[in-house]
């Protein structure tokens, strides 16, 4: 596709479901990254990948959030235990290249509400 | 802890009007800053950067920011907004590591 696709779009979880939620970067793309939006709140860094390799992953909350890319494409963040403070949109963004002065792309994020 | 400020959370200008948006952050050493927009529905896109050399930078759509390193600010600015400029503005900064660090966003109307 043209850009950074994400689903779902939207996620409803109950208290202590686990969650998965899918990022497909633009083709290509070498470094991917994960970033929780809360309500009235700017993106915070989660997590970064360079292709398959997870080389920075000090944004991650708790242990209860894990994030994989294992052919370095495709990525999914998955939360265990789903509590109401995860409640957050959820935005992938993916760079062509591993430099740190090169565009990120984003997708529109998955907005998970934690009922 | 590094962090990133935007003064205002809410603005609301008139066509023609003239626009700056503040950012401070919180880094003694040598920063990337960049502006990123999201209009409504959309998903968040570069509007500039700036990364060395001159410190004022030229963005899309008539956007420009200026690096005051020793105030530790990197404002938005645009001489005239347009109805269609009405978004959120998020300020952010990268000081080397793999983790780039965002403001709080602010909400920007322009009334037609």
């Known amino acids: 596709g043209a850009g950074v696709s994400q689903s779902p779009r939207y996620k409803v979880a109950k208290r202590g479901q686990d969650v998965a939620l899918r990022c497909d970067p633009i083709s290509g793309h070498v470094s991917l990254f994960w970033y929780q939006q809360a309500l009235g709140q700017g993106p915070e860094f989660l997590t970064y990948f360079q292709n398959e390799a997870q080389l920075d992953k000090s944004g991650l909350p708790s242990d209860r959030f894990f994030a994989e890319r294992p052919e370095g494409s495709v990525s999914t963040l998955k939360i265990q235990r789903t509590q109401q403070e995860d409640s957050a949109v959820y935005l992938c963004?993916?760079?062509?290249?591993?430099?740190?002065?090169?565009?990120?792309?984003f997708g529109q994020g998955t907005r998970l509400t934690v009922v | 802890a590094q962090s990133v400020s935007q003064h205002n959370h809410h603005v609301i200008l008139s066509e023609a009007a003239s626009l700056e948006l503040g950012c401070n952050y919180s880094?003694?050493?040598?920063?990337?800053l960049f502006w990123y927009v999201q209009y409504p529905g959309q998903h968040l896109q570069l509007l500039l950067k700036?990364?060395?050399?001159?410190?004022l930078v030229k963005g899309i759509k008539g956007f420009e920011a200026e690096f005051i390193k020793s105030k530790f600010s990197f404002n938005l600015r645009k001489p005239s907004v347009q109805w269609s400029d009405t978004a959120e503005y998020f300020c952010?900064?990268?000081?080397?590591?793999?983790?780039?660090?965002f403001g709080a966003g602010t909400r920007l109307f322009v009334k037609a």
């Open positions: 952010a900064v990268n000081t080397g590591g793999f983790k780039t660090i």
């Open positions: 963004a993916s760079s062509l290249v591993s430099a740190l002065n090169t565009e990120a792309f």
């Open positions: 880094y003694g050493g040598t920063v990337n």
């Open positions: 700036y990364f060395s050399g001159d410190p």
